[in-house]
């Protein structure tokens, strides 16, 4: 569609058309409020630390996990939009998983968040694909040679997450603490856990 | 419930160490601008009121972002959002499945 609506800065744009829609009855401003505070402050990597520390720690949680992506995160409480069909690949240092949406910015939210600004990028969505070894050196992860990379398409069907390797030197840490090692980069791919 | 200012209160921004420090996911701001979550929050709302399928949402954002991406070869997610008002010749380009081929998918 062009309009000349297209034209208007997006952040008059939004207003424009939020007003309308509150003012027709459409939607209403708690609703929205509510998806962008929760978004804000309630969802976020942390929740994804949560799954990856359990599952570091408990074998036939991590084996569920890998089964049924959703339906074990589901278990720890964590639902909702984009979380529909989560798949969790687990990383190795032979092989490393490395996740993109090559066509807009599909994510599993429910264990991320909102994804970051670099992720949304097209250099970042068509790159990672033709050269992922030098996309990830550049985020500071240089893999040997002999690690394989695998690229993965996240997409309304399937929307993906990585397991990250289990660093070593964290083996007497808690769950808790593991939580706090894991980052949402290593769960994108783009790093991978350091040891603590 | 938000603060007096909401959404559109500068401090929202500016305020980056304090008790009032907006949330941030790995160091990064979830909304870069007041207008994303309005825009956001909108999306979401009327997906819930039953007025907007997600599936036709998405296909819609793909078809901006493909026609976009096809005027602006060299261009970033950033200004995506801010100039593909601005420039109409952003229209009417290839669809961005044709420009790229999705990677095989692992069978997990």
Not at chain 2, 77 to 83: E, I, K, L, S, W
């Amino acid at each position: 569609m062009t309009t000349g609506a297209d034209r208007i800065d997006p952040a008059l744009r939004a207003e424009a058309l939020a007003s309308l829609l509150i003012e027709r009855g459409l939607v209403d401003q708690a609703t929205m409020d509510n998806f962008i505070k929760t978004y804000e402050q309630s969802v976020g990597p942390m929740n994804g630390a949560r799954v990856v520390a359990r599952a570091w720690t408990d074998p036939e949680y991590e084996e569920r996990l890998l089964a049924d992506g959703t339906a074990a995160i589901a278990e720890m409480g964590f639902k909702g939009p984009q979380g529909e069909h989560i798949v969790v690949l687990r990383n190795t240092p032979q092989v490393h998983h490395v996740v993109v949406c090559t066509l807009c910015s599909c994510y599993p939210w429910p264990v991320l968040g909102l994804p970051p600004s670099w992720y949304k990028d097209p250099s970042y969505r068509s790159r990672i694909v033709r050269e992922p070894r030098a996309v990830l050196a550049e985020f500071g992860l240089e893999l040997g040679d002999d690690v394989e990379i695998r690229v993965v398409d996240s997409s309304s069907e399937v929307r993906y997450m990585v397991l990250p390797v289990r660093p070593a030197g964290a083996e007497r840490l808690s769950e808790d603490e593991l939580a706090a090692l894991v980052t949402r980069d290593a769960m994108v791919g783009v790093a991978e856990v350091a040891a603590p | 419930m938000n603060a007096p200012g909401g959404h559109a209160d500068p401090a929202y921004l500016l305020d980056s160490s304090g008790p009032a420090a907006p949330p941030r996911d790995n160091g990064e701001l979830v909304f870069a601008a007041p207008w994303e979550s309005r825009a956001f929050g909108l999306a979401l709302a009327l997906n819930e009121a039953g007025l907007i399928e997600w599936e036709d949402f998405r296909r819609a954002l793909i078809r901006e972002i493909g026609a976009w991406e096809a005027a602006h070869p060299s261009g970033r997610a950033g200004t995506h959002r801010q100039r593909q008002g601005a420039d109409r010749s952003a229209r009417g380009g290839r669809p961005c499945r044709d420009a790229r081929r999705p990677p095989r998918r692992p069978r997990p």
